[in-house]
């Protein structure tokens, strides 16, 4: 099946600093979703991309998909302790199977 | 709003007993699906189903089974639970393409 592959695994910064997560796919995506879940909670959508090299913002997040389809990335500027999390990525392939990415752990410190 | 519930939210359960796990969402929706979640593997796909009695296999399906009879309500069956089953699982149900999680069951199995 699809696979995805997220970097890093895990970042911690300091409250302010900027943070980035990459997806990365072997092969070419009709279209990708990003989801955040808090410790201890279920995750939460939070976008859709589905033109090559769309971008989208939500405030302080900034959403892109690649011009070849394969990967996207998620940038959060000036990062705040709210923005804890894991945060997937998620194709959804035609059979509107929805397969995650191996997440990204942001923790922030204040 | 969207609900997604999952029968227990703990539950633990002997090795080699058979085990349901069950899933409502209100929102008549087409697709559902069952994850487990593991530290550092991310959400990964056990069955998904896109109408009542359609399943699908995800990326790990061995050891388990599901069951479909209404549209909704989705059962992640353990025929035989054994210790490496031992984990979080989550519901999810969508229409198009945002996916709404319930809560998760975290399984135990001793």
């Known amino acids: 099946g699809q696979q995805v592959m997220q970097i890093p695994q895990y970042q911690h910064v300091q409250e302010g600093e900027d943070f980035t997560t990459y997806c990365n796919s072997s092969?070419?995506?009709?279209?990708i979703q990003w989801y955040k879940q808090r410790p201890g909670g279920h995750p939460v959508f939070l976008i859709q991309?589905?033109?090559?090299?769309e971008v989208k913002k939500q405030k302080r997040l900034t959403f892109q998909f690649g011009e070849a389809k394969k990967n996207s990335s998620l940038h959060i500027t000036a990062t705040q302790t709210t923005d804890v999390g894991t945060y997937f990525c998620a194709p959804l392939d035609g059979f509107q199977k929805l397969v995650f990415g191996t997440g990204t752990r942001l923790l922030v410190s204040p | 709003d969207v609900k997604v519930t999952q029968s227990s939210r703990y539950l633990v359960k002997r090795t080699g007993e058979k085990v349901f796990l069950e899933c409502v969402q209100d929102m008549d929706h087409e697709n559902m699906f069952w994850y487990r979640q593991d530290p550092g593997l991310g959400l990964r796909l056990i069955y998904f189903s896109y109408d009542v009695k359609m399943k699908e296999k995800g990326d790990i399906p061995e050891g388990y089974s599901v069951s479909r009879e209404k549209k909704e309500r989705f059962s992640l069956i353990l025929e035989s639970a054994s210790t490496n089953q031992t984990s979080m699982y989550l519901c999810?149900?969508?229409?198009?393409?945002?996916?709404?999680f319930g809560q998760g069951t975290r399984l135990t199995v001793v």
């Open positions: 092969t070419t995506l009709s279209n």
């Open positions: 999810a149900s969508s229409l198009n393409y945002e996916a709404f």
């Open positions: 991309l589905v033109k090559s090299g």
